[in-house]
């Protein structure tokens, strides 16, 4: 005899119906709500630089152990979130979101910045297996284009939104970094009694794929077999997008100060907001496309945002950076969105949480490697060939992805 699914207890939940729709959409706010944190401090990068006085190397660490904590969350989070359910997983990492708040908010040198990414990373990656999993879940089987869409926007947008309440309450209110993170502790604290209010019961714990018998409890996550080639297609276009994503959040401000001579906290954050807003956006319209279009859409979008990153920081074009950073919110956007609907086509309930962290896994692995390796270049050869380098480099991983998605389309029209 086998327990019901997380999505089935949802719906029993509220009488054995469809659950009503505005619980899909609040299902989506813890993950907006810890992606905020996500990128809180990035207006605060130039700050902390200046204080604690370390350069684009060092930043670029800082950022990066964010990714180590992610990576190694998504080891476990997902597979966990598919055995014991997801509030088990999303109450313990927002309860460490706000433990990083409290870090940030104290922070008197890099290894508390340190510390608290890791954790930062460790939530995130939590989150972008059971939360983005729950918003499938309470969504039901007829929704689940619509769980794909609001969770991926729900990423990209409190990615976008938290540099921008970083930027503005840390330039207009005393206490920057006290003040910005106090903001984002309420922010989760709400997160946390939607978690706690949240229609969904447990995952299934029955000897299923998604069982206790599936293997151990830390592994790097997969798919069912028959959904690899999925999972292939969304990283090919999500990783080379959040990479370039990842290095205008940790060098952005760097860029930014070089270019118009100011370390405007707001003018860094606006500039993020801009790049995640786009990809917000960008999901909603072209929503209605067939995913592998989608996918293709997203790999010239990067591709285009890496040229215009290049042309940026060779030329000293303001316009250009904006265009970059634009453009690779669109890329990332469309990535994740197509990499998300892919999954959810393809992977049983049971499985869906490990399947987003195997996404995420293949994503953010080159996000936390190139953009570290783009930095220390930047410290040897300058700001300006470094990101040259790594523009190039991106631009023709985008384009390969773009390859591989449009080989994948013609593949599964031929059959």
């Not at 309420?186 to 706690?196: D, G, I, P, R, T």
């Not at 999972?231 to 994503?245: C, E, H, Q, R, S």
């Not at 405007?264 to 790049?275: D, E, N, P, Q, T």
Request: with cysteine.
């Amino acid at each position: 005899m086998t327990t019901a699914t997380a999505g089935e207890r949802a719906r029993e939940a509220v009488g054995g119906g469809e659950v009503p729709v505005r619980w899909v959409w609040l299902a989506a706010w813890p993950v907006t709500a810890v992606f905020v944190l996500s990128n809180a401090a990035t207006p605060l990068y130039v700050l902390w630089q200046r204080e604690m006085g370390f350069g684009r190397g060092t930043l670029t660490v800082v950022f990066a152990c964010y990714i180590a904590g992610l990576l190694g969350s998504l080891l476990v989070s997902g597979i966990v979130s598919d055995r014991v359910g997801r509030k088990p997983v999303l109450l313990p990492a927002l309860g460490l979101a706000l433990v990083a708040c409290l870090v940030f908010a104290t922070a008197g040198g890099v290894g508390a910045l340190i510390a608290a990414r890791l954790c930062t990373g460790i939530a995130v990656g939590a989150v972008v297996s059971a939360g983005m999993a729950a918003v499938t879940d309470v969504a039901g089987p007829a929704r689940r284009r619509l769980a794909a869409l609001l969770a991926s926007c729900a990423m990209v947008f409190g990615a976008g939104l938290g540099p921008l309440l970083a930027g503005v309450l840390s330039e207009t209110l005393p206490g920057p970094a006290v003040t910005v993170f106090a903001v984002e502790a309420v922010l989760l604290v709400s997160a946390v009694v939607v978690v706690v209010r949240m229609p969904v019961g447990a995952a299934h714990e029955g000897r299923g794929e998604g069982g206790r018998g599936a293997g151990g409890w830390v592994r790097v996550p997969g798919v069912p077999r028959g959904a690899g080639g999925q999972l292939a297609l969304g990283i090919a276009v999500f990783a080379p997008g959040i990479t370039a994503t990842s290095f205008v959040l940790s060098l952005g401000p760097s860029l930014l100060a070089g270019l118009l001579g100011t370390g405007s906290r707001v003018v860094s954050g606006a500039l993020a907001f801009a790049m995640f807003l786009s990809a917000t956006g960008v999901q909603f319209a072209v929503r209605r496309l067939g995913r592998h279009t989608v996918l293709a859409y997203g790999a010239g979008a990067t591709a285009l945002g890496m040229a215009a990153l290049v042309l940026a920081v060779r030329t000293g074009s303001v316009a250009a950076l904006a265009g970059a950073a634009l453009l690779a919110g669109a890329g990332q956007g469309m990535g994740q969105l197509g990499g998300l609907s892919l999954l959810n086509s393809a992977v049983p309930g049971a499985r869906l949480a490990e399947a987003n962290a195997a996404l995420n896994v293949g994503g953010y692995l080159p996000a936390g490697l190139l953009p570290v390796s783009a930095g220390y270049l930047s410290d040897a050869v300058g700001l300006t060939t470094g990101a040259t380098v790594f523009g190039t480099v991106l631009a023709g991983l985008a384009v390969a992805g773009g390859g591989v998605v449009l080989l994948g389309r013609r593949a599964s029209s031929a059959t």
